[in-house]
């Protein structure tokens, strides 16, 4: 249901006549939501209570009323148009009027506040008098003079006299004596006063610079309307200056400064204090160096000081909080903290922490113990509650947030989604937009940076649209404008470049190096795209090869059984293919260079041929790269199966050397045999 953000209510005019009943008071009200818009043209009911004496005394009077409000929210009602008012002591104490409201039409009322009614309605203690006075009646006729009392004896020897004796009773006065006339009518109304004299219809012959209304002494001057003080100026020390209907009513305090009606009403020892509007620093009664402009600003503070608030209920509820700084309509309305700064209409409205900086309409709205915040950007951190040390700067930024902590979100939209997450960065427009659930520990930034996210954590995205489309991958660093774009549910995946990718979205362990790299394989680093014609560096790359982390080792590697069956070919790249293959994306064009590598000829083996000879040779073959869907070969698995080939070859050529040799030898032994032979 929605709630009475605030009801502006002023008993407009009294209405009462001896001649007709029922006696009337005419009652206004502005009723508003939670977002502090109108109520337009919405039945609502009021309910009005008037207790005797004090705020919290009998209550003598009670009426319900159903009432439609207009196009702005405003209701109007007579109050005793549905309960007679005539059994109202009004001159018994003082009489306080307390108003409910249900803009639901229902009974279920919010007490909007008790207040003192003041002289206006007490007009309707005439209404239990006698009636009214007749005209003065005719003077009767003297009576007649009284006899002259007897003269006292006179003492003898001159004593001293004694005293007077008592007037004797009035005589009976003679005849003749008329009636006394009527009154006469009163004569036209005279000029208007010039020279010293100030008229109360207006002055004639003043000169500007001379003539003034005030004082000539160091007396101070005091303004009163209905006998109430309504304006003071007041020399130094005291130097307060007020106007305006009870503007500081109660002022023992120094160098203040009150224009409106009730401004600074209550305040006693305050000083250095700046209130301008209706009901500004109302209540205030001993704080100083406060300043309030605006209807109802600092309207509850008592006791805190050095508040600045700027606009109509800024910082109303305030009471004990102080350095405080509000601007804007409602700014830190229900505000009991310090050290806060509000900045726009509604920023901070329900905030009764410290240390909160907001700047922007509806900033932290709904912010109520979340501490150290700061927050720029309409509706940025709207609907924060305790979520404390976060930083949001952008229209809706950190919108959602509630009770997440220690969040930085910077940019339109960024982390718009977050509720209750921790520790996240997000900078950049729409950065980490859908992020609501999960451990968190995010960074994005970029415009659009793990934008789709919904309960990924550890992921780093740097670059516009990096890891735009991870869901609920976590683990995954991102680095270049749109890198891992593709990676949706994929973890632990690295991507360094522009366009660095994965050619599907569930792989992990998955690395792409390299403007367009695109890896298409889980626990497969790929470097560089289809275009790279030299990888290289100023050694070879090393293998780990140590003994201590190998098992099951085994000399059953194959040597000329195998290599006996290969076919070198040449070939060239066709870099098209290899893309449609990879499931890479090519947007990028054509560019200078792009096609070198089809142009070179390369010399090595296919394969799906090794892959045939290794089976044929019964071999498990490691040299064939089957992860993805470009199948590649490991040139140096070769090796093993070379040197293999090698000592195979060695062994054959020792055996052919001691072939050789018996051979040599027989024919040695031959040759002797016949030399003997001829010898004979």
């Known amino acids: 249901?929605?709630?009475?953000?605030?009801?502006?209510?002023?008993?407009?005019?009294?209405?009462?006549?001896?001649?007709?009943?029922?006696?009337?008071?005419?009652?206004?009200?502005?009723?508003?939501?939670?977002?502090?818009?109108?109520?337009?043209?919405?039945?609502?009911?009021?309910?009005?209570?008037?207790?005797?004496?004090?705020?919290?005394?009998?209550?003598?009077?009670?009426?319900?009323?159903?009432?439609?409000?207009?196009?702005?929210?405003?209701?109007?009602?007579?109050?005793?148009?549905?309960?007679?008012?005539?059994?109202?002591?009004?001159?018994?104490?003082?009489?306080?009027?307390?108003?409910?409201?249900?803009?639901?039409?229902?009974?279920?009322?919010?007490?909007?506040?008790?207040?003192?009614?003041?002289?206006?309605?007490?007009?309707?203690?005439?209404?239990?008098?006698?009636?009214?006075?007749?005209?003065?009646?005719?003077?009767?006729?003297?009576?007649?003079?009284?006899?002259?009392?007897a003269t006292g004896a006179t003492g003898s020897g001159g004593g001293a006299t004694g005293p007077t004796g008592p007037t004797g009773a009035t005589g009976i006065t003679g005849t003749g004596g008329g009636a006394t006339g009527a009154t006469g009518a009163t004569g036209p109304t005279g000029p208007a006063a010039s020279g010293t004299n100030w008229g109360l219809t207006g002055n004639t012959g003043t000169t500007y610079g001379t003539s003034f209304i005030g004082t000539i002494d160091s007396a101070s001057l005091m303004f009163r309307v209905r006998d109430s003080i309504a304006g003071r100026i007041e020399m130094y020390p005291a130097g307060n200056t007020s106007l305006g209907i009870y503007s500081l009513n109660a002022n023992t305090g120094t160098r203040n400064a009150a224009f409106g009606g009730h401004a600074l009403y209550l305040n006693t020892t305050g000083s250095n204090n700046a209130a301008f509007g209706e009901s500004a620093l109302r209540n205030n009664s001993t704080a100083s160096n406060n300043t309030a402009v605006g209807e109802g600003a600092l309207f509850s503070d008592s006791t805190g000081d050095y508040n600045t608030a700027l606009g109509e209920y800024a910082l109303y509820f305030n009471t004990v909080g102080s350095n405080n700084t509000a601007v804007g309509g409602q700014a830190l309305l229900r505000s009991t903290g310090s050290s806060n700064t509000s900045v726009g209409a509604l920023s901070l409205l329900k905030d009764t922490a410290s240390n909160n900086t907001a700047l922007g309409a509806a900033v932290l709205y709904q912010n109520y113990n979340g501490a150290n915040n700061t927050a720029t950007g309409y509706e940025a951190m709207f609907a924060n509650s305790s979520g404390g040390n976060n930083s949001a700067f952008g229209y809706t930024s950190l919108s959602h947030n509630t009770t997440g902590n220690s969040n930085v979100a910077v940019g339109t939209s960024a982390m718009f989604h977050n509720t209750t997450l921790s520790n996240q960065v997000a900078v950049g427009d729409s950065a980490l937009w859908n992020l609501s659930q999960g451990p968190g520990n995010n960074t994005a930034i970029g415009s659009k940076a793990l934008f789709i996210s919904l309960n990924g954590s550890n992921n780093t995205a740097v670059g516009y649209g990096s890891l735009t489309n991870a869901g609920t991958g976590g683990g995954n660093t991102a680095v270049g404008s749109n890198s891992l774009s593709s990676d949706s549910t994929g973890s632990n995946n690295t991507a360094l470049g522009y366009n660095a990718n994965v050619s599907a979205a569930a792989l992990s362990n998955a690395t792409a190096i390299g403007y367009s790299a695109v890896v298409s394989a889980s626990n497969k680093v790929q470097i560089g795209n289809t275009s790279v014609t030299s990888i290289g560096g100023q050694v070879n790359w090393t293998t780990f090869s140590d003994e201590r982390v190998k098992t099951d080792i085994e000399q059953n590697v194959p040597g000329l059984g195998f290599i006996s069956l290969l076919k070198p070919v040449t070939y060239h790249y066709n870099i098209d293919k290899e893309n449609e293959l990879m499931g890479a994306k090519d947007n990028t064009g054509n560019w200078p260079g792009k096609y070198d590598v089809g142009k070179i000829s390369f010399s090595g083996f296919i394969a799906q041929q090794v892959d045939a000879a290794a089976k044929t040779a019964g071999y498990d073959f490691s040299g064939v790269d089957k992860h993805g869907s470009i199948w590649g070969l490991r040139y140096s698995e070769f090796v093993p199966s070379i040197v293999k080939s090698v000592q195979e070859l060695n062994t054959q050529n020792e055996n052919l050397l001691k072939k050789v040799d018996t051979q040599q030898q027989q024919i040695d032994e031959l040759k002797r045999e016949i030399e003997a032979l001829r010898a004979k």
């Open 1 to 149: 249901m929605k709630r009475i953000i605030a009801v502006l209510a002023m008993i407009a005019a009294s209405q009462w006549a001896i001649s007709q009943a029922p006696q009337q008071l005419n009652y206004q009200a502005v009723v508003r939501n939670s977002l502090g818009q109108p109520v337009q043209n919405t039945t609502v009911n009021f309910q009005f209570q008037i207790h005797d004496v004090t705020q919290t005394g009998n209550v003598v009077f009670t009426e319900t009323d159903t009432v439609t409000t207009n196009v702005f929210g405003l209701a109007t009602v007579q109050i005793g148009g549905a309960s007679p008012l005539t059994g109202v002591t009004w001159g018994t104490g003082a009489k306080y009027l307390q108003v409910g409201v249900d803009i639901t039409g229902g009974t279920n009322f919010v007490s909007m506040g008790v207040s003192q009614l003041l002289s206006v309605p007490y007009a309707l203690y005439s209404g239990n008098g006698a009636g009214p006075t007749g005209a003065t009646g005719q003077s009767g006729t003297n009576g007649a003079t009284g006899a002259t009392g």
